[in-house]
């Protein structure tokens, strides 16, 4: 027995299936999760000394790679001052400034720790500042696990195929109203249905949790306009895309500005962070400088904050070049074996990720996703897992390419991916 193996048969007695979030356990690919000791760059290392190129990324926010010199020294740098006041602190002040400087759709920010806390509070906002109860989700994207939003998502809940989750009560989720992915025609008619009852639609305008499907952008600018119409407000969720496929995120992207953003992953550099913010006439509404509450012990983390901050200040001009090129070598050389190999696979990429779909045709919604052969991707996995990658461990999730994975590393994955193809 490995050493990671005996460690995870203890995570077994520890943790629900051995884990603390379940896309991390092999439920779908089959076999046992690597237990990582350590990363550097775009490389981890299992508590068995095999090594592996990553494109988990830490489901996001590793953008600049792993213990990037800059980021460690931010964080230590912060470290000896204290790791939590309560109070306000530099740090804060400074991330907010820059993501408020690169991100179009937001002029006031709020800190908290998640990007469910992220969605949950800004959902809250959304219906305090519209009077209104109904949220309009889209089938296949993923929001975190709050009540509301735990209604026909991605990520883990389509990994497991959980139709829905038990717990969440019948009046939580009967205020979310569901539409594929890309459709405007479905939107429209939840409109007419319930219009006046409509808070907000949320959404991934770049999905990430059912594998990487973009929206198409006639129907972001339609639900733009629809929802102004209408007397709704328009949420992006960018915990996954903000700083990820343009330095301003989808939204800067597509030339759509939302009333709200929600934000997680790369604004902490690796450590526990989210962020909701927007119109300053919406997150003036939030308390103590409004009446709708929110609030959080570690809210605005220093640590977190100089981690996001460090983390931001790598991402320039030249970085998103680099970042766009290594991934579109990764996507080409895919596009290319398996062309080679004569089956049938798509990939599909926006920025710096992507996913890779063993189906004929483009994916455009989650019905196109469940149809890809899943049983193929977890081969797939585990070929590439025995020569040394480690891709996410599901179909549906988006693999992220870091500032460090170089030339090497991708021709490196290539071969790998060759191979793996080969035996499929
Ligand atoms: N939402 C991310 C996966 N798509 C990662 C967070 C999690 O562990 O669920």
Same mark, same amino acid.
């Given at each position: ?293 929110? *609030? ?74 469940? *149809? ?53």
């Amino acid at each position: 027995m490995t050493r990671g193996d005996e460690l995870f048969h203890r995570a077994l007695r520890l943790f629900p299936g051995g884990v603390n979030s379940p896309v991390r356990a092999f439920k779908s690919v089959g076999g046992t999760p690597r237990i990582i000791d350590r990363a550097r760059g775009c490389r981890l290392t299992d508590v068995d000394g095999r090594n592996y190129i990553d494109y988990i990324g830490s489901w996001g926010p590793m953008i600049a790679g792993h213990a990037h010199p800059d980021v460690i020294r931010a964080i230590l740098r912060c470290v000896q001052h204290g790791t939590s006041f309560g109070t306000p602190s530099p740090p804060e002040i400074e991330l907010a400034e820059e993501i408020i400087a690169r991100m179009p759709g937001i002029e006031k920010i709020r800190f908290v720790n998640s990007g469910t806390e992220a969605v949950m509070s800004a959902i809250r906002l959304a219906r305090a500042a519209t009077g209104r109860t109904h949220v309009v989700k889209f089938e296949g994207c993923y929001h975190g696990h709050a009540d509301l939003m735990l209604v026909k998502a991605g990520s883990g809940v389509a990994t497991l195929a959980l139709p829905d989750s038990p717990g969440v009560t019948r009046g939580s989720a009967q205020t979310t109203l569901v539409a594929p992915y890309n459709d405007l025609a479905a939107v429209e008619r939840l409109f007419e249905r319930h219009g006046s009852e409509i808070a907000a639609v949320i959404i991934e305008p770049i999905a990430g949790n059912m594998g990487v499907v973009p929206a198409d952008e006639d129907f972001l600018h339609a639900l733009r306009s629809l929802t102004a119409e209408r007397g709704a407000l328009l949420i992006f969720d960018e915990v996954m895309t903000g700083f990820r496929v343009t330095p301003g995120g989808a939204q800067a992207f597509y030339g759509v500005s939302p009333d709200l953003t929600t934000l997680g992953k790369i604004i902490g550099g690796g450590m526990p962070v989210g962020a909701y913010g927007g119109r300053t006439d919406l997150m003036d509404l939030v308390a103590p400088a409004g009446s709708v509450y929110q *609030a959080g012990t570690l809210s605005g983390n220093p640590l977190a904050m100089s981690a996001g901050l460090a983390t931001l200040r790598l991402l320039d001009d030249a970085a998103y070049v680099g970042l766009k090129m290594g991934s579109a070598r990764l996507q080409h050389g895919l596009e290319t074996l398996l062309k080679r190999k004569g089956g049938p696979g798509v990939v599909q990429r926006a920025g710096s990720m992507l996913s890779l779909f063993f189906i004929d045709r483009p994916v455009r919604n989650f019905t196109d996703a469940r *149809a890809a052969d899943h049983a193929k991707f977890a081969a797939f996995f585990h070929g590439m897992l025995e020569r040394g990658v480690h891709l996410p461990p599901s179909g549906y999730e988006a693999w992220f390419v870091s500032m460090a994975h170089d030339d090497a590393a991708i021709d490196e994955t290539l071969d790998a991916a060759a191979d793996a193809l080969a035996r499929l």
